[in-house]
């Protein structure tokens, strides 16, 4: 071949390629149907916890919410189907079917739960509605959503249910700083595609049924700063005391996720409450200060083995300086705790997840309970083992 001719070929082979790379339009992607915009989520959890102190009064954990009992528990079983409003269909809605243990201690008051039900809701129902709303999107800007009915809360890093979760115990941020569920309505804009603004009334925190004549307010600040890193300022106030609308309690929540290495997730956790003239403060008669406060830090770190394989650790301090959050002590005595969680996680067969974790919990004070002593505090650790299987169908 001339050398002519070589350069005819090479030019006729820039020229296709050119053609190939800007000649050809990419196909319309096809929309979705209604049906394909529903997101269906269902699992069911059991566990077995293992108290290497021995066990708590009754059996328990002290201070744990789900793993409240040492033994085997029925966890949860939970059908979900959501729906975001869309362009093509600007309505949605959410509901949340749960049933077991874990669900009595899910209850908002006025839901399956009456006001003198108290923790661990041994008399209440096995089943809860965790989640019944509507939503809207409103063609105002990028978009106006409003939604309304019951709702998780915005706050906290952990959530319900298990699998979303790196470990399968919950943290104390998540049992004694913040609310699980409530009941209200919010407006949510997006001004940029890197922050969306949440904030509504909610009728208080875990209540369905309001026992004062004043509404809260939640909000959250959900930032995507760049593609690898999500971190959300989170808030609730309001009046929370039963028939008073003059002492509000405030949570102020902050937490980040970063998973820009390969195979690894780091996670953080901050919060800070109070509330002032606290009712257990105000009935033990026993301080001039009856203004209460709590915080609280957690700091996670999880690496991917393989496609099956997780590891995932937990540490975290929670300071309740009057005790008024956990209970553990007479209210106005300080109880700090500390906590390491380790857990691995393996993925047995499609859904099949399998999980083992240790947990060892420290406390300021004798703040945990023992077989054979009554109700007097008795040491200021536990270390439990847990064996939990979770099987995901959607």
């Given at each position: 071949?001339?050398?002519?001719?070589?350069?005819?070929?090479?030019?006729?082979?820039?020229?296709?390629?050119?053609?190939?790379?800007?000649g050809?339009?990419?196909?319309?992607?096809?929309?979705?149907?209604?049906?394909?915009?529903?997101?269906?989520?269902?699992?069911?959890?059991?566990?077995?916890?293992?108290?290497?102190?021995?066990n708590?009064?009754?059996?328990?954990?002290?201070?744990?919410?789900?793993?409240?009992?040492?033994?085997?528990?029925?966890?949860?079983?939970?059908?979900?189907?959501?729906?975001?409003?869309?362009?093509?269909?600007?309505?949605g809605?959410?509901?949340?079917?749960?049933?077991?243990?874990?669900?009595q201690?899910?209850?908002?008051?006025?839901?399956?739960?009456?006001?003198?039900?108290?923790?661990?809701?041994?008399?209440?129902?096995?089943f809860?509605?965790?989640?019944?709303?509507?939503?809207?999107?409103i063609?105002l800007?990028?978009?106006?959503?409003?939604?309304?009915?019951?709702?998780?809360t915005?706050?906290?890093?952990e959530v319900?249910?298990?699998?979303?979760n790196?470990?399968?115990?919950?943290?104390?941020?998540?049992?004694?700083?913040i609310?699980?569920?409530?009941?209200?309505?919010?407006?949510?804009?997006?001004?940029?595609?890197?922050?969306?603004?949440?904030?509504?009334?909610v009728?208080?925190?875990?209540?369905?049924?309001?026992n004062?004549?004043?509404?809260?307010?939640?909000?959250q600040?959900?930032?995507?700063?760049f593609?690898d890193?999500?971190?959300?300022?989170?808030?609730?106030?309001?009046?929370?005391?039963?028939?008073?609308?003059?002492h509000?309690?405030?949570?102020?929540?902050?937490?980040?996720?970063?998973?820009?290495?390969?195979?690894v997730?780091?996670g953080?956790?901050?919060?800070?409450?109070w509330?002032?003239?606290?009712?257990?403060?105000?009935?033990?008669?026993t301080r001039a200060?009856?203004?209460?406060?709590?915080?609280?830090?957690?700091?996670?770190?999880?690496?991917?083995w393989?496609?099956?394989?997780?590891?995932?650790?937990?540490?975290?301090?929670?300071?309740?300086?009057?005790?008024?959050?956990?209970?553990?002590?007479?209210?106005?005595?300080?109880?700090s705790?500390?906590?390491?969680?380790?857990t691995?996680?393996?993925?047995?067969?499609?859904?099949?997840?399998?999980?083992?974790?240790y947990?060892?919990?420290?406390?300021?004070?004798?703040?945990?309970?023992?077989?054979?002593?009554?109700?007097?505090p008795?040491?200021?650790?536990q270390d439990?083992?847990?064996?939990?299987?979770?099987?995901?169908f959607?």
């Amino acid at each position: 071949m001339t050398r002519v001719g070589s350069w005819l070929v090479l030019a006729a082979a820039i020229g296709l390629t050119a053609t190939a790379a800007f000649g050809q339009e990419k196909p319309v992607e096809k929309p979705k149907t209604l049906l394909e915009e529903i997101v269906l989520f269902s699992y069911v959890e059991n566990s077995v916890v293992f108290n290497l102190n021995g066990n708590g009064r009754g059996n328990h954990n002290e201070l744990r919410v789900y793993d409240f009992d040492s033994g085997y528990t029925f966890n949860i079983a939970e059908f979900s189907a959501k729906k975001d409003p869309s362009e093509r269909y600007p309505f949605g809605f959410g509901v949340v079917l749960t049933a077991g243990q874990d669900a009595q201690k899910n209850h908002a008051l006025g839901i399956f739960r009456d006001s003198d039900d108290a923790f661990p809701f041994r008399n209440t129902p096995a089943f809860d509605l965790e989640e019944a709303y509507g939503s809207y999107k409103i063609p105002l800007g990028s978009g106006l959503t409003v939604k309304a009915g019951k709702f998780v809360t915005l706050l906290g890093y952990e959530v319900i249910e298990s699998p979303n979760n790196l470990n399968f115990s919950r943290s104390f941020l998540f049992g004694f700083a913040i609310p699980l569920t409530h009941v209200g309505a919010l407006v949510s804009y997006a001004p940029t595609d890197w922050l969306t603004v949440t904030a509504g009334p909610v009728v208080g925190w875990d209540v369905a049924r309001d026992n004062n004549d004043s509404m809260s307010v939640t909000g959250q600040f959900a930032l995507t700063p760049f593609k690898d890193l999500t971190a959300n300022f989170n808030w609730i106030t309001g009046p929370e005391q039963a028939s008073n609308t003059t002492h509000p309690r405030t949570v102020l929540d902050w937490t980040a996720t970063y998973t820009g290495v390969k195979n690894v997730t780091l996670g953080a956790n901050l919060d800070y409450g109070w509330e002032t003239r606290e009712a257990a403060l105000v009935a033990s008669g026993t301080r001039a200060e009856t203004d209460a406060t709590w915080w609280g830090i957690a700091a996670y770190a999880a690496y991917d083995w393989t496609e099956q394989l997780r590891t995932a650790l937990r540490l975290e301090y929670f300071d309740d300086p009057e005790s008024v959050r956990t209970a553990a002590q007479a209210a106005g005595a300080r109880t700090s705790l500390w906590e390491v969680t380790g857990t691995l996680q393996y993925k047995i067969w499609k859904g099949l997840v399998g999980r083992v974790e240790y947990r060892h919990d420290q406390g300021s004070e004798k703040v945990f309970k023992f077989v054979n002593h009554g109700l007097t505090p008795t040491a200021k650790n536990q270390d439990t083992i847990s064996l939990a299987l979770y099987y995901s169908f959607f």
